[in-house]
């Protein structure tokens, strides 16, 4: 494939969904063991967690197998909602599927989900918590 000029701004893919079996287990080893918060709990089947700057979301299923796994999604961090909608433009040019148009959510979060070449799912996220956060720059 030749190389391209990137459809978005990457700010860190400081996002990840999870399918579990068993969410208070699950909840137990992020929360207790591993020092995640609860950010919010729409009902019994999910939860959101986060670091201050990463965000974990584990959302039960009973059909957690080899075949299926547990990545639900991870989510690649932009910084607005324009940005979201500028991203699924030129993934859509670019022939990317798109899995879920661009929405705004109820916590003025913005995302769209495409399909990577292997049928994964990736949300571009404009998340209004952690699109701020600065990122260290790197010495390579």
Request: hydrophobic share 40%; with cysteine.
């Amino acid at each position: 494939m030749p190389e391209t000029k990137p459809a978005l701004k990457n700010l860190g893919m400081r996002h990840l969904a999870l399918r579990v079996r068993d969410l208070d287990r699950a909840l137990w080893f992020y929360r207790d063991l591993l020092g995640f918060r609860v950010v919010w709990q729409p009902d019994p089947d999910n939860v959101y967690l986060s670091t201050g700057c990463d965000n974990l979301a584990l959302h039960r299923a009973d059909d957690v197998s080899r075949e299926i796994g547990p990545l639900d999604h991870l989510g690649v961090i932009v910084g607005s909602g324009d940005e979201v909608r500028r991203a699924e433009a030129e993934l859509t040019r670019a022939g990317v599927e798109v899995l879920q148009a661009t929405k705004t959510h109820r916590d003025a979060s913005v995302s769209c989900y495409v399909a990577d070449p292997d049928g994964n799912s990736v949300q571009v996220l404009f998340e209004p918590t952690i699109s701020p956060l600065a990122i260290p720059e790197t010495s390579g």
